[in-house]
């Protein structure tokens, strides 16, 4: 198993920025891929931000510009840099993480961290 943890969450005024970040305490495999997703309420979780072993990340369409996700895998560590928020961001975040084992892809996810955008 992996333990994946979160942190960094909290209220944010629009237009404020948050920096949100994720690790695997103790990890001992090889990770390929982190990332991000979100929450909200009465919506399904969506894809927001993810960076693979090479280093190449991806974002959804409607955040390019505004969030930004770096860290390295080899190191367990994977953040969320988010700019210029809006109420609509406001979700739980959540991290993943993935592995391969005998080329089969198991996914590992946190508990989530809250963000609020509001005045």
């Known amino acids: 198993q992996v333990q994946v943890v979160e942190s960094g969450g909290g209220l944010v005024q629009p237009g404020g920025s948050l920096r949100l970040s994720c690790g695997l305490p103790g990890n001992i495999f090889i990770i390929t891929r982190m990332g991000w997703y979100r929450q909200a309420p009465g919506k399904q979780r969506e894809f927001v931000a993810g960076i693979t072993r090479g280093g190449n990340t991806n974002y959804a369409d409607s955040l390019k510009g505004r969030f930004t996700v770096s860290g390295d895998t080899r190191n367990n560590t994977v953040y969320l840099q988010m700019n210029s928020l809006k109420p609509e961001d406001t979700a739980v975040y959540y991290c993943?993480?993935?592995?391969?084992?005998?080329?089969?892809?198991?996914?590992?996810w946190g508990q989530g961290t809250q963000v609020t955008v509001a005045s």
């Open positions: 993943n993480a993935a592995r391969l084992w005998a080329e089969h892809e198991y996914e590992y």
